[in-house]
């Protein structure tokens, strides 16, 4: 089955600052890439999504890189704020079937 | 509205016991899966289920069944709990193509005692 490596674990960032957060996939088959934000308490909720026909997706303060050859996808997070602080999890599947996940990366924006 | 129904917020159960774990959803999704959310191990694929009385293992089904009589419902069952099984459990589903956004239940904190 798929495999998704994610990293950072944490990362800490001043508020205003960009923050990346990177993740590999093993399966040349998946064509699917959500993010999804866990809020302390909540349900994680997706942000953003990419298929594999797209390079790179923006939605506001949002984007998403997609490296097909690499097999590693980005999210990106400019001119953070303290809400912006959570769990943000990647995901890699084939037509939403099998959904993997990453082990998630904890994100505070200090104010 | 989207909703995603987990049985319960918390369960306290013994060891040993036999633990069901229900999901409800209303959206006509043809997806549904099982989530293990452990600190530092992120969400692990259980089981998930494409259809009526279809099921895959994910990553770590061992220690765990599924079954899935009706569309809407999805259940997770600990045949036998033991304390290593204490964990938040996830349910979320999709549709199968298309718009294919997974929506998560509230989950579920599963203490073993």
């Known amino acids: 089955g798929e495999n998704v490596e994610q990293h950072p674990s944490t990362l800490s960032v001043q508020e205003g600052d960009s923050a990346v957060i990177k993740c590999t996939y093993s399966d040349s088959a998946s064509n699917y890439f959500p993010w999804y934000k866990q809020e302390l308490g909540k349900r994680p909720q997706l942000i953003i999504d990419i298929r594999s026909n797209v390079g790179e997706k923006k939605d506001q303060r949002i984007a998403v890189t997609l490296n097909k050859t690499a097999k590693h996808f980005s999210l990106h997070i400019t001119e953070t704020q303290p809400e912006d602080s959570a769990v943000y999890f990647c995901a890699a599947s084939y037509n939403n079937n099998d959904m993997r996940f990453g082990a998630g990366t904890r994100l505070t924006v200090k104010p | 509205d989207v909703k995603v129904t987990q049985s319960s917020r918390y369960l306290v159960k013994r060891t040993g016991e036999k633990v069901f774990l229900e999901c409800v959803q209303d959206?006509?999704?043809?997806?549904m899966f099982w989530y293990r959310q452990d600190p530092g191990l992120g969400l692990r694929l259980i089981y998930f289920s494409y259809d009526v009385k279809m099921k895959e293992k994910g990553d770590i089904p061992e220690g765990y069944s599924v079954s899935r009589e009706k569309k809407e419902r999805f259940s997770l069952i600990l045949e036998s709990a033991s304390t290593n099984q204490t964990s938040m459990y996830l349910c979320a589903s999709s549709f199968f193509q298309g718009r294919t956004e997974a929506f998560f239940g509230q989950g579920t904190r599963l203490t073993v005692v």
């Open positions: 959206m006509d999704h043809e997806n």
